[in-house]
């Protein structure tokens, strides 16, 4: 939201919402309609029944199974002691073992009631935060605008034009190597690349943000656990494995590395927030056709991005976000790029997330604005699936993390945005301040 006065993103403490907010089963069974109500903000239909259904008849086995383990229980101890009078135990053994059998059925009955209702609820969306807009795209809403556009002529060229003749980036090599949807850098190109990233890792760095490397194969559970997959599981590049190995995936952000980091493990509450951030290039899928505007590197199946994360305690959660939008937005502005800030509507956000802030850079040739950050907060959403929880201090009882992630930056984007907005009539580019030193020169001049 924007202060009336000053124009200033902000985030209203006073309207966080407090309700769970991952699929918790119990809130569920309780508060259905508050979580229909939420959920049809991002779902054209909502029908629990199934989920109900299922629950139900989980319940049911659960206690047909705890009713026949204590029967078989008696029935071993009667047998005990017949044995130990001497006395006839046989007719008792016959029923034990078939309470045994009858038990070995409920069990795998219970198995696979309690594995249909995991898959029916792990296909459900996070729940919408209040503030978020219900619908699609056309609901979004601008919460921040900065900078100017830049006055370029009739005469101004396009990201793919001034690239080709700056001899920053070889679009048909790189389609020679990859493929469609891969380019090169070379060059100041790769240079100016570079330098976007080592400027934010710098920056990540001094605000003590640790840094880490993750590895770019991934397991299957890491995608679940980030609420991708089942839905995008098709959206990434899958591996082909050998019998018996692991099935693995591409990352399509180090987002779903990070996050796994700690899965399955309790966090010490005062070391909370865990702040972390990554440099991998991202690989997806990209399926179906590319618009015509989307051309040069708008949009690949390959490239590179800073990622932020934060662990932290649902009080801490606010806090957090407001920081990394405020990072993500500080970063475009050191570069000198005009851009806005805008809130996503509950269908144009990711179903995982129940708030999701875009950093949009301005693209003069497109006249539009293009994500370049995406900083979202999933509450314990992923943390349920992921299993990270955290111990308050001198408390027994766990709770689940808050998680926070945030593009710190991607360049695929931010190199257009500098060509274009930085041209000057010779066709030659202004290069922002901050990759000066990195690139040996204040301006990129056609070869």
Same mark, same amino acid.
């Given at each position: 939201?924007?202060?009336?006065?000053?124009?200033?993103?902000?985030?209203?403490?006073?309207?966080?919402?407090?309700?769970?907010?991952? #699929?918790?089963?119990?809130?569920?069974?309780?508060?259905?309609?508050?979580?229909?109500?939420? #959920?049809?903000?991002?779902?054209?239909?909502?029908?629990?029944?199934?989920?109900?259904?299922?629950?139900?008849?989980?319940?049911?086995?659960?206690?047909?199974?705890?009713?026949?383990?204590?029967?078989?229980?008696?029935?071993?101890?009667?047998?005990?002691?017949?044995?130990?009078?001497?006395?006839?135990?046989?007719?008792?053994?016959? &029923?034990?073992?078939?309470?045994?059998?009858?038990?070995?059925?409920?069990?795998?009955?219970?198995?696979?009631?309690?594995?249909?209702?995991?898959?029916?609820?792990? &296909?459900?969306?996070?729940?919408?935060?209040?503030?978020?807009?219900?619908?699609?795209?056309?609901?979004?809403?601008?919460?921040?605008?900065?900078?100017?556009?830049?006055?370029?002529?009739?005469?101004?060229?396009?990201?793919?034009?001034?690239?080709?003749?700056?001899?920053?980036?070889?679009?048909?090599?790189?389609?020679?190597? @990859?493929?469609?949807?891969?380019?090169?850098? *070379? @060059?100041?190109?790769?240079?100016?690349?570079?330098?976007? #990233?080592?400027?934010?890792?710098?920056?990540?760095?001094?605000?003590?943000?640790?840094?880490?490397?993750?590895?770019?194969?991934?397991?299957?559970?890491?995608? !679940?656990?980030?609420?991708?997959?089942?839905?995008?599981?098709?959206?990434?590049?899958?591996?082909?494995?050998?019998?018996? &190995?692991?099935?693995?995936?591409?990352?399509?952000?180090?987002?779903?590395?990070?996050?796994?980091?700690?899965?399955?493990?309790?966090?010490?509450?005062?070391?909370?927030?865990?702040?972390?951030?990554?440099?991998?290039?991202?690989?997806?899928?990209?399926?179906?056709?590319?618009?015509?505007?989307?051309?040069?590197?708008?949009?690949?199946?390959?490239?590179?991005?800073?990622?932020?994360?934060?662990?932290?305690?649902?009080?801490?959660?606010?806090?957090?976000?407001?920081?990394?939008?405020?990072?993500?937005?500080? #970063?475009?502005?050191?570069?000198?790029?005009?851009?806005?800030?805008?809130?996503?509507?509950?269908?144009?956000?990711?179903?995982?997330?129940?708030?999701? !802030?875009?950093?949009?850079?301005?693209?003069?040739?497109?006249?539009?604005?293009?994500?370049?950050? *995406?900083?979202?907060?999933?509450?314990?959403?992923?943390?349920?699936?992921?299993?990270?929880?955290?111990?308050?201090?001198?408390?027994?009882?766990?709770?689940?993390?808050?998680?926070?992630?945030?593009?710190?930056?991607?360049?695929?984007?931010?190199?257009?945005?500098?060509?274009?907005?930085?041209?000057?009539?010779?066709? *030659?580019?202004?290069?922002?301040?901050?990759?000066?030193?990195?690139?040996?020169?204040?301006?990129?001049?056609?070869?």
């Amino acid at each position: 939201m924007v202060d009336p006065v000053s124009g200033d993103f902000i985030l209203s403490a006073r309207t966080l919402w407090r309700r769970p907010d991952v #699929l918790d089963l119990r809130l569920l069974r309780t508060e259905p309609e508050t979580i229909k109500d939420a #959920l049809l903000k991002r779902m054209d239909s909502v029908d629990f029944s199934p989920i109900f259904t299922l629950d139900e008849q989980r319940r049911a086995l659960i206690g047909s199974v705890e009713s026949t383990r204590a029967e078989r229980k008696g029935y071993a101890k009667q047998i005990g002691r017949l044995r130990g009078q001497g006395g006839d135990w046989q007719a008792l053994e016959a &029923e034990a073992t078939a309470l045994k059998a009858q038990l070995a059925t409920l069990e795998a009955e219970l198995s696979a009631t309690e594995k249909a209702l995991h898959e029916s609820l792990i &296909e459900l969306p996070n729940y919408p935060d209040p503030r978020i807009p219900a619908g699609g795209k056309e609901n979004n809403r601008v919460v921040r605008t900065w900078g100017e556009r830049p006055s370029l002529g009739d005469d101004a060229l396009d990201h793919v034009a001034l690239s080709q003749t700056l001899g920053l980036i070889d679009y048909e090599r790189g389609t020679k190597l @990859g493929g469609n949807g891969f380019w090169m850098y *070379s @060059g100041h190109g790769a240079a100016l690349e570079w330098a976007l #990233l080592d400027f934010f890792c710098r920056e990540h760095r001094a605000d003590g943000y640790r840094f880490c490397l993750p590895p770019h194969l991934l397991v299957e559970e890491c995608g !679940y656990t980030a609420g991708q997959f089942p839905k995008f599981r098709d959206d990434v590049f899958h591996l082909d494995t050998n019998e018996g &190995e692991r099935a693995r995936f591409l990352l399509p952000t180090a987002e779903t590395a990070i996050l796994n980091v700690y899965r399955d493990e309790i966090l010490p509450g005062d070391k909370l927030p865990q702040k972390l951030f990554a440099y991998t290039p991202c690989y997806r899928r990209e399926a179906g056709s590319y618009r015509s505007e989307e051309r040069g590197t708008i949009r690949g199946h390959q490239f590179n991005k800073v990622e932020m994360f934060q662990f932290c305690t649902p009080a801490q959660a606010e806090a957090g976000l407001e920081e990394m939008v405020g990072k993500a937005q500080s #970063l475009v502005e050191k570069l000198g790029l005009h851009y806005q800030t805008t809130l996503l509507a509950a269908k144009d956000a990711s179903a995982s997330m129940a708030m999701t !802030y875009d950093v949009e850079v301005w693209l003069p040739s497109m006249n539009v604005f293009k994500e370049v950050s *995406s900083i979202s907060w999933a509450r314990d959403y992923q943390a349920r699936r992921a299993k990270i929880r955290y111990r308050p201090e001198g408390e027994k009882k766990t709770e689940f993390v808050h998680t926070l992630n945030g593009s710190g930056l991607a360049t695929s984007r931010l190199v257009p945005a500098i060509l274009e907005q930085n041209q000057r009539p010779d066709g *030659s580019v202004l290069v922002p301040e901050p990759l000066r030193e990195w690139l040996g020169t204040d301006v990129l001049r056609p070869e």
